[in-house]
Each structure stands twice: as C-alpha cells, then as structure tokens.
C-alpha cells in the first residue's frame, strides 16, 4: 500500500511539472514595444518623406496575452497625427474571419516552440476584379525577451514583400 501511494505521488508529481513545462513553452509576447527603425528593414516607400514630414513616425506595438489569446494595437504618431490598428490573434491554428473594408480577412496564428506565426489573406472585391493579398509573420523574442522582431512577408498583386520590424520594449 506504501509503496503504491509512493508511485501514484511520483507520477502525479511528473503530470504536474510537465503541464507546468507545457504553460510556460508559449512565449510571452506582453507588453509596450518601440519600433527601432535603424535595425528594421522597412519597404521602400516607408523612407520616402515629404520635406513638410521630414521626421519619421513613431511607432508603438502594445501587445496584450491571455494565454493563446493576443490582442494588438499598432500606433503610429506623427506629428499631431495618429492612427491605430487594432488586431487579435488566437493561437491554436483555427482560422479567424473577420469582415475588413472591401472584404475579408482570414487569419490563422499557432505558436511554434518560441516563436509565433500568423498567417493572413485579405480578399477584397474592386471596380476592376477580386484581388487577393497574403502575410506571414514570424514573431520571435530575444533571449532576455526585451526584443521582438516580426518578419513579414506579403504577397500582394505587385509582388512579394519582405518586412523586418524589430522593437524594443518600453
């Protein structure tokens, strides 16, 4: 009897620390982060200024995480100006529909061991056809999780498209 409650204790003590193993895989991705623009690789276009907007835009990725739940809010302030863009992902590999201007968005996110994978296609319908854009982003943190880098892919009807944003956290 001792030693059946002893083996029941060991085995109940291993489901234990591996389920805690098991919470703690998923990277923690909270938090306030700030674009750092001098180690991102921004699309062309991003560099272009006029000389009346000759500073570049602030950008700020706030993050919030339930676990497999993440909701962000992009901002980008420039000047007097601001706009945010508001975004949740659930990551268990479903996909997430929602109705976007013009059209749909389709997205699916997974965690892949420490890093994050979102995956998106925007189908939008115009005067001149159906046009249909794709993303894949990889999330990933540094080591002593004070960087976070995204890098993106899109495929749009003008090509593909690679983005690497990298942030620090605030």
Avoid: C
Wanted: hydrophobic share 40%; no cysteine.
């Amino acid at each position: 009897m001792r030693r059946a409650r002893l083996t029941i204790g060991t085995v109940a003590a291993i489901l234990v620390a591996v389920g805690l193993v098991a919470a703690q895989a998923e990277p923690q991705f909270a938090g306030t982060w700030v674009l750092d623009p001098a180690q991102s690789q921004l699309p062309a276009h991003a560099h272009k200024y006029s000389d009346a907007q000759a500073e570049r835009p602030d950008i700020k990725l706030v993050v919030e995480q339930q676990g497999n739940v993440l909701k962000t809010t992009r901002t980008v302030a420039r000047g007097s100006r601001e706009r945010s863009l508001t975004e949740t992902f659930v990551a268990d590999g479903t996909d997430q529909t929602q109705a976007a201007r013009h059209g749909t968005v389709v997205t699916r996110a997974v965690f892949d061991g420490d890093r994050l994978v979102v995956i998106g296609s925007y189908a939008m319908k115009g005067e001149h056809g159906d046009k249909t854009m794709s993303r894949q982003s990889v999330w990933s943190l540094s080591p002593n999780g004070t960087v976070l880098t995204i890098e993106t892919t899109l495929q749009t009807p003008r090509g593909a498209h690679n983005i690497k944003t990298v942030y620090t956290r605030s």
